[in-house]
């Protein structure tokens, strides 16, 4: 996949998330199912981010 893809990729993402209503947007965040909206979106970084932060407190 190349870096233009990619950024299309994200960018689409992003649009969908905005085109969403305000009510629905809070449904799906407050659903535990889609509480990974970070993972889904980059992967495991900001999991290792958010973990190296715990272990350092």
Partial sequence: MSGNDYIKFVTEQV???LD???EERKKR???PKTTGL???WF???P???KSIRK???
């Fill in 20 to 22: 969403q209503p305000a």
């Fill in 47 to 49: 999991f290792v981010l």
């Fill in 43 to 45: 992967g495991v970084l």
């Fill in 38 to 40: 970070s993972n889904r």
């Fill in 29 to 31: 965040k407050n659903n």
């Fill in 15 to 17: 649009v969908s998330y």
């Fill in 55 to 57: 272990k350092a407190e």
